[in-house]
């Protein structure tokens, strides 16, 4: 038993917790993280699973990371650095290819091979996301407001959210509207002709999200991988040095020298809850701490199904946490290859593009297909990926010439029928490997080490529930005020002293760090 | 990456200084030689030839053709016969300028339209319910610019077509050193001279570029750049896309677009001729007069050149121009800006393109514009003149 007594205990060391936790003690408080994995980071990890190499684990790219958070904890000197990624390539059975170059003129000619239109609609399409996006983007730093409250802050808030979107064009406004509720697969039926280039656009409608690119409400996941920037450039991914793991150990060591304290192998039982108010917390051996202040990283349902006892709370809420949609598709392989895959419609001097994004993506029907096949407890017979090859970036992810490829990979129902185990996992990984190697024919024998991180193993390694990478489903009904619930959308909940700061508050998944900084404006306007 | 143009084997070789630059995902030349002075000085003297084949084009044809080009543009197509051709922009719903070309009338329900930007999707919008057939003829055709007082001569030494005659703004249809060609008497310099249009086989380009550079030794042809096109477009008051305005289409947010009202292309919009795209909102913004207003500046030299000798400098004169947004105020408060300027050689003057708030584009008002000198920026004055700056006789005339 630990009688010693901190401001703050956050319970989890993924990176908004840690986000969350700099930011208070930045504030002046005590602050304890209490990590139950050997180290900090949550998905936002690399770790070496086979000697020599670090894989990518869960995720691998950065782009929606709030630019505050990189200067207010002052992450470049802790470490980080963001490489942009170049390119997408989009590698066709036909022999044919789509590229997407840094540069205009360049991407302009190779979408030109395949529509002269879309050549030119492309433009306007991006100026016209980058412009929803740009007026959508305040609202990630908003403490959502209860739309249905009176009271002076919902109102000041309101005003703010008001105040950006009528900063729009009207013409946008109605795409905005029009956008948040159509599929993206729809969408991008308005804009373009080719196949291939309506394919790749239509996975930043689909990552993470449990929906094919026809359903409704992609519509909006795809505006939300649009919100992102580097250096105020829009759209843009970056690749941390290190891997998304060299993010996560800046922002640890930005928190350690703000003098937070972090314990790894600490995994938290239960929130101790006395007369409505959160106290302390209780570790799985029994150790207990007290702070005046409890934030939870966790996700909504392990926090208030599994960290709380239910009679702490309200039956409503305990409903709308059990109805949060979470049910997960996304998949995570990583590759030791002794060389480099030679994808056979690459070609000769283009091989630049090997350094971006590898989407095997080639038409929204493959998507959909893809996301059929898992719909009722299945995998995909042919899956989305999204490849990368994180060692032509990072020479240190690999030993000397060898290399990594980290792919995400849709959809493997979370639900699998019959359940996951390790026999389910190396099929669906030869599964995986097989339509990849249809692209690049020498992949097999390159092959040094490979290894997948399916929902099942999410849960398992992060205690991400139903391995959700984003905490739960990105979808219109469980977003902003509806995030994680109605009324308890603002980092509060029903338990006095008791927070949440991990993704399943807005604004949502990915590596932002808003959530856990969100939280950390909302606690200090409680307990200043 | 980029693509050569149809000329580029002949071109490549006369690169002095390797000061090429990028033209609607081309590779072109901003001058051949280590400055661009001589290119200059042989367009308004003698003669220069431009690759302009990067210039987008479209074939327009079909039973509808003239209908659609008359819906699309500001201008009435249907003053322009065949063996015409006519300078327009065209303009969204708002009014708001796209961009702007010129449209030739080939032959009997067949046009083509040119323009600084790829328009394909734009038109076939546009012509949705039309019997118009449309075809981008971008990478087919080449182009190049034959400008300057001897042009004239010149190509008259290698055709029989009655250049003589020839009226500005029409074409013919000849032949240069045995490859079919269209000239017309066009440019986008303000002086005299003349457009060569021609299919962009390699075998075509060399015999055309050959026979004239090869008769242009008589007559001191110069192959020039866009650095040296882009003073001569200055001094002649022709607006550029992407530098003068910005398409609506790319505008990011409204008040970075343009109107041709505001862009002094009054007189290249047809009220009379039915309706056509953004005519709604030009007529009203035509009734209630426009917010902005394009002038001509030029800028006080004299104090330029003074302040600089204050500190035992030479005046650095721009002779390239500059193509840089500079505001421009009057008493001491913001009422414009200026979007390029360059020194005319031929005028000795300092001059800019300004866009000022309607109630000051007045001739003669005096603005200021704030200017670089050594390590100060001080400001200058800068006297609004009517467009264009230059205007020779020669440009029109018919022998
Ligand atoms: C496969 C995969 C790929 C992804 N790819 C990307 C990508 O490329 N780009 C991107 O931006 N986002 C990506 N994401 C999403 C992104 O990684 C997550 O949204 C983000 O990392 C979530 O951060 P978090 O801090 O909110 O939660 P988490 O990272 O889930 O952190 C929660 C932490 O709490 C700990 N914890 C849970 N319960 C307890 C307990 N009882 N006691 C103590 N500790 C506990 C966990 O161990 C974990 O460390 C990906 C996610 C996955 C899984």
Redesign the interface.
């Known amino acids: 038993m630990n009688n010693h007594k901190y401001d703050a205990i956050v319970i989890g060391g993924g990176h908004n917790g840690l986000v969350n936790a700099a930011y208070l003690a930045k504030a002046g408080k005590q602050v304890l993280v209490l990590e139950r994995r050997h180290t900090v980071g949550g998905a936002t990890i690399t770790e070496e699973v086979y000697p020599g190499f670090k894989y990518l684990i869960a995720s691998y790219l950065i782009s929606l990371l709030r630019s505050e958070v990189i200067q207010e904890l002052e992450l470049a000197r802790h470490g980080l650095e963001i490489m942009p990624l170049e390119s997408t390539f989009v590698p066709l059975l036909d022999g044919n290819y789509l590229a997407d170059?840094p540069?205009h003129?360049?991407t302009?000619?190779e979408i030109s091979r395949h529509s002269?239109?879309d050549?030119?609609?492309y433009?306007?399409y991006s100026?016209t996301m980058?412009?929803l996006a740009l007026a959508v983007r305040p609202l990630l730093d908003l403490i959502p407001p209860d739309p249905t409250s009176v009271t002076p802050n919902d109102l000041a808030t309101m005003a703010k959210v008001k105040g950006t979107l009528s900063g729009l064009?009207k013409d946008d406004f109605y795409l905005l509207a029009r956008l948040m509720t159509m599929s993206a697969g729809d969408f991008l039926d308005e804009w373009f002709e080719s196949t291939p280039l309506k394919g790749t656009k239509a996975t930043s409608g689909i990552i993470g999200t449990f929906m094919g690119p026809r359903t409704p409400g992609t519509g909006y996941v795809l505006l939300h991988h649009y919100i992102g920037d580097i250096d105020g450039v829009f759209r843009a991914w970056g690749f941390a040095r290190g891997g998304t793991g060299g993010l996560s150990q800046a922002i640890a060591s930005a928190a350690r020298s703000l003098g937070v304290e972090i314990k790894v192998n600490s995994p938290v039982a239960q929130v101790i809850v006395k007369n409505g108010v959160a106290t302390g917390v209780a570790l799985e051996n029994g150790d207990e701490y007290f702070a005046d202040i409890i934030v939870s990283n966790a996700d909504a349902k392990r926090t208030f199904l599994k960290l709380v006892d239910s009679k702490n709370l309200p039956d409503d809420f305990i409903n709308d946490i059990k109805r949060f949609r979470i049910s997960s598709p996304a998949c995570k392989v990583n590759l030791a290859l002794d060389g480099l895959p030679e994808f056979t419609s690459l070609p000769k001097g283009k091989e630049a593009l090997l350094r971006g994004s590898i989407e095997i993506a080639p038409s929204i029907d493959y998507l959909e297909r893809a996301y059929d096949d898992a719909k009722y407890g299945g995998w995909s017979r042919k899956p989305f990926m999204d490849a990368l090859i994180p060692s032509l970036l990072d020479p240190g992810m690999a030993p000397p010439g060898k290399h990594i490829m980290s792919m995400f990979v849709e959809y493997a129902s979370s639900d699998l029928e019959g359940g996951w185990n390790e026999e389910k996992k190396a099929e669906f990984l030869d599964v995986v490997i097989d339509t990849l190697a249809e692209y690049a024919p020498n992949l097999k024998n390159i092959i040094l080490h490979k290894h997948i991180m399916t929902p099942w193993d999410l849960e398992n390694t992060f205690g991400l529930t139903a391995g959700h990478i984003f905490h739960g489903e990105l979808s219109l009904q469980q977003l902003f005020f509806l995030r994680p619930s109605p009324q308890w959308s603002n980092y509060r909940t029903p338990i006095q002293n008791f927070y949440m700061c991990g993704s399943s508050t807005h604004p949502g998944g990915c590596i932002t760090g808003a959530p856990g900084r969100n939280a950390a404006m909302a606690i200090l306007e409680d307990r200043p | 990456m980029l693509k050569s143009s149809p000329f580029h084997s002949r071109t490549a070789p006369l690169m002095q200084a390797d000061q090429w630059r990028r033209w609607a995902g081309y590779r072109a030349v901003s001058a051949y030689e280590m400055t661009h002075d001589r290119e200059y000085l042989a367009l308004r003297n003698a003669c220069v030839l431009i690759d302009v084949s990067p210039l987008c084009k479209y074939h327009i044809t079909g039973k509808d053709s003239l209908s659609f080009l008359n819906r699309l543009v500001t201008r009435d197509v249907s003053k322009c016969s065949i063996g015409g051709m006519l300078y327009t922009p065209w303009c969204n719903s708002q009014g708001k300028i796209i961009d702007d070309g010129t449209i030739a009338h080939l032959s009997e329900n067949t046009y083509r339209l040119t323009s600084a930007e790829p328009n394909l999707r734009w038109l076939e919008d546009n012509a949705i319910g039309m019997e118009v057939k449309i075809q981008d003829v971008s990478e087919e055709i080449a182009a190049l610019a034959l400008q300057g007082p001897k042009s004239r001569d010149l190509l008259m030494t290698l055709t029989d077509a009655p250049l003589a005659s020839l009226k500005y703004y029409r074409f013919v249809n000849t032949s240069i050193a045995g490859v079919p060609v269209m000239i017309s008497r066009t440019g986008y310099t303000g002086d005299l001279g003349f457009e060569i249009w021609l299919e962009s086989s390699q075998a075509s380009t060399e015999a055309v570029w050959d026979a004239l550079i090869q008769a242009g030794r008589a007559f001191a042809l110069q192959p020039a750049g866009i650095w040296a096109l882009d003073v001569a477009r200055i001094e002649a008051g022709l607006i550029m896309l992407d530098i003068d305005y910005t398409p609506a289409n790319k505008a990011m947010i409204d008040g970075q677009t343009s109107t041709p009202l505001e862009l002094g292309l009054d007189w290249a919009i047809s009220w009379n001729k039915g309706n056509f795209v953004g005519r709604k909102a030009l007529l009203a913004e035509k009734q209630q007069g426009s917010s902005v207003t394009l002038v001509g500046l030029e800028i006080d030299h004299k104090e330029f050149e003074r302040q600089h000798n204050q500190l035992a400098l030479i005046a650095p004169y721009p002779f390239t121009a500059w193509r840089t947004m500079l505001p421009l105020a009057f008493e001491g408060k913001q009422i414009g800006y200026a979007t390029c300027g360059v020194w005319s050689p031929t005028l000795k003057k300092y001059i800019a393109f300004g866009h000022l708030q309607s109630q000051f584009a007045i001739n003669g008002t005096i603005v200021t514009i704030d200017l670089d000198v050594d390590r100060y920026r001080r400001p200058f004055n800068a006297k609004v003149t009517k467009l264009p700056f230059f205007n020779p006789a020669r440009k029109k005339d018919v022998l």
């Open positions: 170059w540069d003129d360049a302009k000619h002269k239109r050549a030119e609609a433009d306007e100026r980058r412009r064009r």
